[in-house]
Structures are given as C-alpha cells and as structure tokens.
C-alpha cells in the first residue's frame, strides 16, 4: 500500500466526507483506530469509566474480519487463458508472476470489501518490470465518462515525493478527456509543473506510454468496485456495519474489563483497617488494599466499634456478557449478507480476541456474489499490463493485449463434500441431466471450457497409448 510519513497530513480533496469515511475504514483495517476506540468508549463510558478499563483491547474489529472472510476469489491464484490455452503473459517465469500481483489480490480485495472501493495502479520500473501499486481512494478525485460512468477517464493522486530534498506531497493529473492524453505532476499548491522533475521529461501527448497497439490511450487505473453500480463511489454504503464494528469493539472492551476485574467477588471492610498494610487510592477517590488470597488479613477496629467483614457476589457473569456480545456480532454480520448458518466461528476469549470465520459454502457464496465484477477488472488489468510491457519491450515478441479470460479457482472440498457431490453428480450424470463437462467443472470448480478441455486433452493422451496386449505386441 501507498507508505504515507507521519510528518505529512492528508490533504484535502473535492469531497471531505467521502475523504473521512475512507480515511476511517482504512484506518480500521491497517489496525491504526485505538484513539478512535478511545473516544468511542469516553463517549459511551464517560471520561472517569473509560480511564478505569485501563489497557483497552483492539482484538476484535468486525468489519476488517469479515471483509477478509469474504475476499476468496484471489486466495488461490486465478486460471488464466486466452483462446482456450494458456497465454505466455501469465506462465512461469512471465511479467505477471515476477509482478507478485495475485499474492498481493487477497489483501487488496479485502480492502475492496471493505471501503466499497479501492484503485490499484499500474506503473513500469526503470528496470522495465511491471510495478501494481493499490492506491488509498482518499487520496484520489476522478472523474468519470458518462458512457461508462463506474470508471475514470480523469484522475487525480496525492502522492508524497522527495523534491529537491523535502518530503512534499505532489499530485499526479492523467487526462484522457482533449485531443491528446497528458500525465503531470503538480505541486502542493498545484501552481508548479513538476512532471520534467520527477520523471527525466514530459508525460504527455506522443509521450504519453500507457497506449495500446493502435496508438489508442487508457488509463493507468483500475477502479476495483465491491458491488456493480454506474457511479464512482458508494463510500456511504456500509455504514451500518462501520457503527457495528466501532461498537462491538466498546462492547468487547467493556467484556474483557468485566472478565478481569468484576467476574469474582468484592470484599468490604466496615470500621476497621487492615495492619500492615498500605491503602491506595484511585484517580476517582475510592480507598482499597491489595491483599493476597492466600494471606490472613489482620483487621483493627476503628473508633472501638465492632469491624465488620463483607462480600459481594460478583459484578458480572462473563458468561452471560459473552453470549450477548455473540448474539450481536451475529446479528451484524447479517447486514453484509452472511447468513448465521455459514459462519463457521463466532467465539471470543480474553486470550486469543475475537474469532470470526466463515465456513467453504459461505466463502464459496462469497466468489460467486464479487466474482463477476471483479473478474471484469482483472480482466481489464491484465490487457493494460500486456500494453505496458509491449511499448517498454519493443525489441521482444509483444504479448496479446485483449482476449484475456480469468476464472478464479472454486474453494477447495473436504473429504465429506467431495464424497457427497461425487455422489450427487454420478447420479445426474445417470439421469442423462449433465454432461461429463459439466460434472467435471462443478467437482474442479472450473468453466465449464476449461472441464471440456481437460476431457478433450484426456481422450487424445488415451488415444496415444499403443495397446501393448494387442496381437503382436508384447505383454
């Protein structure tokens, strides 16, 4: 992700609100909110309650969790071809594999899920490799074509740069809108063209790199949606869950002070002091001792009045606090349409934090609900990024720049639900209501091409074997 100084502030962009939203659930998922909890608990708590949690606890974040749960489409690297066969731009040893981009897809995703949208950026090294940069939308402004309106044809990036010796922010402006695309770099204030600068020469009109082969420009971009919708940002959908997650984390850290500090008895001394030992007092003015358990407690009556030793019964069951605490994330959990029945994990304890997982139908619903737009994306990054490399490599075989197909590889079965679907599609199969094909793809998790292909492959190896028990052959 993009690295941000701590000596540098965000700037502001054309939309404050969408800027603190993302900023908020960026901050969430980077594990960068504890004075964001903080205020929470002041606010729910009062400033003397909230002190007497002491260390709070940040090990339960709803949103971030799920959101990672729910990101499975990259978790293996995708099956790519092109024409039905593997295209050179993704083998062993290809750009794509030295790039690192799917095993940085899961992370990314999840932010996807997460903020509703994320960008990642494709950018050429000195060295002429392909460099994905995910790219913060809080830092970003776009604007959008009107015939595609969910993608960008302006785009505007802070980016923190090291001019002339001082770490400043600078922004980059790629137009795709006049007669010739440009590429610049502003400074802070916008008034100075750094672009000379910082790249060794001009960016725009005939040096403008991100062309394809017909000289056409596009945009260096990929604008990742969580959910299809003609529009550039949905920053305020989600929200119910953003206020689920703040909230479940007070409750979890109201939880663990009740699991250590109220879930056993108190004791009271009434007219009389302990001898020997020192009293404290609290920040809020309650007087108390600390005696070992396993000590006896001497006791001097005071005023010659008859000392009196009490206890109470617990202040809380931690039991009954956990079930409750269950029994909400459960329930807001729902709103990003995971059903009770395919979280595989909801439990917590003091010592581990909160735990949620989903079982495979669950994470299966979850590729097959974010597959299809993020399969267009992907698709689409993977033409720009043989474009990219064919204007660097001029002197190589250039790689097909459109046709790519990518089908993201089906969550693996256990034993139990491999047997059971063996079972089922044998039966089908049977009944004459599926093909061979269609078996295979949905045992695999693959297209229904790529099972054709594989039978096809099989029957022409088979057909190869010489048949050795054949007359005239040998055994």
């Not at 040893?93 to 990314?108: A, D, Q, R, T, V």
């Not at 094909?437 to 057909?463: D, F, T, V, Y």
């Amino acid at each position: 992700m993009t690295t941000i100084s701590q000596t540098l502030t965000a700037p502001p962009i054309d939309d404050p609100r969408r800027q603190r939203e993302q900023m908020l659930r960026d901050s969430f998922w980077d594990g960068d909110w504890e004075e964001t909890l903080k205020s929470d608990l002041k606010k729910a708590l009062g400033a003397d309650r909230a002190e007497a949690l002491g260390v709070i606890d940040m090990s339960c974040c709803l949103g971030p969790q799920i959101s990672r749960e729910l990101a499975v489409c990259h978790v293996r690297p995708p099956l790519v071809t092109r024409s039905g066969a593997e295209p050179r731009l993704v083998q062993p040893g290809g750009p794509i594999e030295k790039s690192l981009l799917w095993s940085m897809m899961p992370e990314f995703t999840g932010r996807v899920c997460w903020l509703r949208e994320y960008i990642m950026r494709l950018e050429m090294s000195t060295a002429g490799d392909l460099v994905y940069r995910p790219v913060p939308p809080w830092l970003t402004e776009m604007k959008a074509d009107p015939a595609n309106p969910s993608q960008p044809i302006v785009y505007s990036e802070w980016v923190p740069r090291l001019v002339e010796g001082s770490e400043v922010w600078t922004r980059d402006v790629i137009d795709l809108t006049g007669e010739e695309p440009s590429m610049r770099v502003l400074s802070q204030d916008g008034l100075t063209d750094l672009t000379k600068l910082v790249f060794r020469g001009s960016q725009s009109g005939k040096d403008y790199w991100a062309r394809w082969q017909d000289g056409k420009p596009w945009m260096p971009v990929e604008l990742y949606h969580r959910d299809p919708d003609a529009a550039l940002w949905h920053c305020t959908q989600g929200v119910e869950m953003v206020a689920a997650t703040r909230m479940a984390a007070v409750l979890w850290s109201m939880f663990c002070h009740n699991y250590r500090d109220a879930a056993h008895e108190q004791r009271v001394i009434i007219d009389g002091t302990p001898i020997g030992a020192a009293v404290k007092q609290s920040s809020q003015g309650a007087r108390y001792i600390t005696p070992d358990a396993t000590l006896i407690l001497l006791i001097d009556s005071l005023d010659g009045k008859q000392a009196q030793i009490d206890q109470w019964r617990t202040g809380a069951d931690p039991g009954v606090l956990l079930t409750g605490l269950q029994g909400y994330l459960a329930q807001a959990t729902g709103r990003e349409g995971v059903s009770p029945a395919e979280l595989q994990r909801l439990s917590g304890d003091p010592q581990s934090g909160y735990a949620i997982a989903l079982n495979n139908e669950g994470k299966r619903a979850a590729q097959r609900r974010f597959g299809p737009q993020w399969r267009a994306r992907d698709e689409s990054l993977l033409c720009k990024s043989a474009a990219a490399w064919n204007r660097w490599h001029t002197n190589e075989t250039p790689y097909s720049e459109d046709g790519y197909q990518v089908a993201y590889q089906g969550i693996p079965l256990s034993a139990e639900e491999e047997r059971s679907l063996r079972e089922q599609i044998d039966w089908e199969l049977d009944k004459g209501w599926i093909t061979p094909a269609q078996g295979l793809a949905r045992l695999r998790g693959i297209s229904e091409s790529e099972a054709k292909q594989i039978i096809i492959a099989n029957q022409a190896a088979e057909a190869e074997t010489p048949n050795l028990t054949a007359a005239g052959g040998e055994e």
